[in-house]
């Protein structure tokens, strides 16, 4: 493990970046053609459509609870070229689906497979730094991993209108290919040899104990549950707003990538500012902020219907602003005390916070049909337990501060 006052090399942060940029690539390039995929394969409900989002999330979930325990006993690399195999398969099996139902099950394995490098992007992190400058890391990380949803839907539009929803898939491989070779000829393996553990069914029960041990982790890993399950609502729901809602079909990439860059800025500026506040601290106050933010919304147009588009987009910023300052916060708060078992834990970190958040997006945009309130309401409860959970579970010193004052 190098030393956390080491300064961070730019190619592995930026290859790490790529690992995980794969995912959003595979969300939000298929953005602008969920409409016309729903047609194609027989589909035209919006709310059902909007499973082609939410069920690789689901994919991701399932996939890391195998492949962090696997990574332990084998090492990160050997994880990842699994990863990127599988996900062959799975854009295959969604290019030729003939129906909705076999386009889920190609999205679930695509969440499968690509769970594989994301997970293990998370373990060489953690396997390399520690502590605060972890979590500056996993900022500059994220930072680079945002330019992705940021062009992906614009881009995504393009190669449909020019070559048909398709050649989205075909895109994907290529970038996956790109990504497979830079990491097998620029990453060393950072797995110990002494650090490895046999793999057998054991390793997920004595995992999971050592996981539930610390109380810190597991409050950390409900909150990031509950903040990505309020984020997925926006992301499974956001065609369906600004095309069906507001009418926006041409302007929505465009509307999309500018929310993107808020969520990419606070994240920068949170691999600057978390080594001066500290990670509980400001994720405490951006959490804070977020709920807010939420609740003014709601307060502000209950039973009234969406406001003019420029209100919306200025309240989601907001909204997205404050994200940038937690997710990675969140996930390095979670693992910092089980860096002994990189692998299985952020399996188990990962496949927990899943669980939690995608019911909880599927069951909000039930609601979001005719109005965007719902979103924020449901933006507004995550907000309000995740700040409960982080009060009472989470940072004890924060806690006794609190009740002090």
């Given at each position: 493990?190098?030393?956390?006052?080491?300064?961070?090399?730019?190619?592995?942060?930026?290859?790490?970046?790529?690992?995980?940029?794969?995912?959003?690539?595979?969300?939000?390039?298929?953005?602008?053609?969920?409409?016309?995929?729903?047609?194609?394969?027989?589909?035209?409900?919006?709310?059902?459509?909007?499973?082609?989002?939410?069920?690789?999330?689901?994919?991701?979930?399932?996939?890391?609870?195998?492949?962090?325990?696997?990574?332990?006993?084998?090492?990160?690399?050997?994880?990842?070229?699994?990863?990127f195999i599988l996900f062959v398969g799975a854009s295959i099996i969604c290019?030729?689906?003939?129906?909705?139902?076999?386009?889920?099950?190609?999205?679930?394995?695509?969440?499968?497979?690509?769970?594989?490098?994301?997970?293990?992007?998370?373990?060489?992190?953690?396997?390399?730094?520690?502590?605060?400058?972890?979590?500056?890391?996993?900022?500059?990380?994220?930072?680079?991993?945002?330019?992705?949803?940021?062009?992906?839907?614009?881009?995504?539009?393009?190669?449909?209108?020019?070559?048909?929803?398709?050649?989205?898939?075909?895109?994907?491989?290529?970038?996956?290919?790109?990504?497979?070779?830079?990491?097998?000829?620029?990453?060393?393996?950072?797995?110990?040899?002494?650090?490895?553990?046999?793999?057998?069914?054991?390793?997920?029960?004595?995992?999971?104990?050592?996981?539930?041990?610390?109380?810190?982790?597991?409050?950390?890993?409900?909150?990031?549950?509950?903040?990505?399950?309020?984020?997925?609502?926006?992301?499974?729901?956001?065609?369906?707003?600004?095309?069906?809602?507001?009418?926006?079909?041409?302007?929505?990439?465009?509307?999309?990538?500018?929310?993107?860059?808020?969520?990419?800025?606070?994240?920068?500026?949170?691999?600057?500012?978390?080594?001066?506040?500290?990670?509980?601290?400001?994720?405490?106050?951006?959490?804070?902020?977020?709920?807010?933010?939420?609740?003014?919304?709601?307060?502000?147009?209950?039973?009234?219907?969406?406001?003019?588009?420029?209100?919306?987009?200025?309240?989601?910023?907001?909204?997205?602003?404050?994200?940038?300052?937690?997710?990675?916060?969140?996930?390095?708060?979670?693992?910092?005390?089980?860096?002994?078992?990189?692998?299985?834990?952020?399996?188990?970190?990962?496949?927990?916070?899943?669980?939690?958040?995608?019911?909880?997006?599927?069951?909000?945009?039930?609601?979001?049909?005719?109005?965007?309130?719902?979103?924020?309401l449901g933006l507004a409860l995550c907000g309000l337990i995740s700040i409960?959970?982080?009060?009472?579970?989470?940072?004890?010193?924060?806690?006794?501060?609190?009740?002090?004052?």
């Open positions: 493990m190098q030393n956390q006052d080491v300064k961070p090399n730019f190619e592995f942060v930026a290859l790490m970046a790529a690992l995980m940029s794969i995912v959003a690539l595979a969300l939000d390039a298929i953005l602008p053609a969920i409409s016309t995929i729903g047609i194609d394969i027989n589909s035209v409900d919006p709310i059902k459509n909007q499973l082609l989002i939410t069920m690789i999330f689901l994919g991701l979930g399932i996939g890391q609870l195998f492949f962090g325990p696997l990574s332990d006993s084998y090492g990160r690399k050997p994880i990842v070229y699994t990863g290019i030729f689906a003939p129906n909705l139902e076999v386009m889920i099950a190609g999205r679930v394995l695509q969440g499968i497979a690509l769970s594989a490098p994301r997970t293990m992007a998370i373990s060489i992190i953690r396997d390399t730094y520690k502590g605060d400058y972890m979590a500056r890391v996993m900022s500059f990380v994220t930072a680079f991993f945002i330019l992705i949803p940021v062009v992906a839907p614009a881009i995504g539009k393009w190669i449909m209108d020019s070559y048909g929803w398709q050649a989205i898939f075909y895109v994907q491989l290529f970038f996956a290919l790109v990504v497979a070779i830079w990491f097998w000829k620029r990453q060393v393996e950072t797995l110990k040899p002494e650090y490895k553990i046999p793999f057998k069914a054991s390793v997920f029960v004595s995992g999971l104990k050592e996981f539930l041990k610390h109380r810190e982790t597991v409050a950390f890993t409900f909150i990031s549950g509950f903040v990505t399950g309020a984020f997925l609502v926006y992301l499974s729901g956001s065609q369906h707003v600004f095309e069906d809602q507001y009418g926006l079909a041409e302007e929505f990439p465009y509307i999309f990538a500018g929310l993107s860059v808020s969520i990419g800025l606070s994240t920068f500026l949170n691999g600057t500012l978390v080594l001066r506040f500290g990670m509980r601290k400001l994720s405490f106050m951006a959490l804070f902020a977020f709920c807010l933010i939420a609740l003014l919304y709601v307060g502000l147009f209950w039973g009234k219907p969406n406001p003019s588009v420029a209100v919306l987009i200025a309240f989601l910023s907001f909204q997205f602003f404050c994200l940038g300052f937690l997710w990675g916060n969140f996930r390095s708060i979670a693992m910092e005390p089980i860096g002994h078992i990189a692998g299985i834990g952020a399996a188990i970190n990962g496949f927990i916070s899943t669980v939690i958040s995608v019911p909880i997006a599927q069951y909000i945009s039930t609601f979001v049909d005719d109005t965007v309130w719902p979103l924020f409960l959970i982080f009060v009472v579970f989470g940072d004890k010193p924060l806690l006794a501060r609190r009740i002090r004052s």
